[in-house]
């Protein structure tokens, strides 16, 4: 996220009232939890590499999105409309980062929704079609994906050429899907394991 250091990490969460310690306990938990995702379900995951080679044979310049994320959830005695306007308060009052480290249940809470530059063509049909109506800046509208929901910013955006190594770009592709449908599946297997076991969520 920027900091140079654990201390002027702390600084900055104690002076957006949150508490370091349910922080840390947070991030030890998630680490654990994507260790047992990945032994789970990484043999499950399916990659289609010579279809990804052929999109990547297409196009000479592909547009890319630096985007943000808050993925969400609600239970069955919450209400869509309410827990949206409790993000949105603290999107306007504490940023969006730090939005995405409260409400967020995606591994990249954490690192306060950061998901990096996204191409757009990798990116679902819903999704582009949502992100084709905001601009550099905005905030899309929850958008239902499996086990919750998605809220995305769009921090930045650019026109990238394909002077690439194809094999390092098939590789880099296979991580992104790869990760993707991780994250998926994460979000399912823990709303379904929650229903069997009681949760406190942090």
Do not use: C
């Not at 279809?51 to 044979?57: D, M, R, T, V, W």
């Amino acid at each position: 996220m920027g900091f140079e250091n654990v201390k002027k990490f702390r600084k900055n969460i104690e002076i957006n009232g949150l508490d370091f310690e349910t922080i840390q306990n947070k991030i030890k938990i998630e680490l654990y939890w994507n260790q047992l995702i990945v032994k789970k379900f990484l043999k499950d995951i399916k990659i289609d590499k010579n279809k990804i080679k052929e999109e990547l044979a297409k196009n000479l310049t592909q547009k890319e999105l630096l985007l943000s994320e808050i993925v969400f959830n609600i239970d069955t005695k919450s209400n869509l409309e309410k827990k949206l306007e409790f993000i949105q308060k603290d999107i306007k009052t504490k940023g969006f980062s730090n939005a995405a480290l409260i409400h967020g249940i995606s591994d990249t809470a954490n690192n306060g929704g950061k998901l990096g530059w996204i191409k757009l063509s990798s990116l679902n049909t819903k999704i582009k079609n949502e992100l084709k109506n905001i601009r550099v800046g905005d905030i899309s509208n929850p958008i239902v994906v499996p086990g919750g929901f998605l809220i995305l910013k769009i921090v930045d955006q650019r026109d990238v050429k394909n002077n690439l190594d194809i094999n390092k770009a098939i590789e880099l592709a296979v991580n992104e899907k790869t990760n993707e449908q991780l994250n998926k599946l994460s979000i399912v297997y823990y709303n379904k394991i929650k229903k069997d076991i009681k949760i406190n969520a942090i």
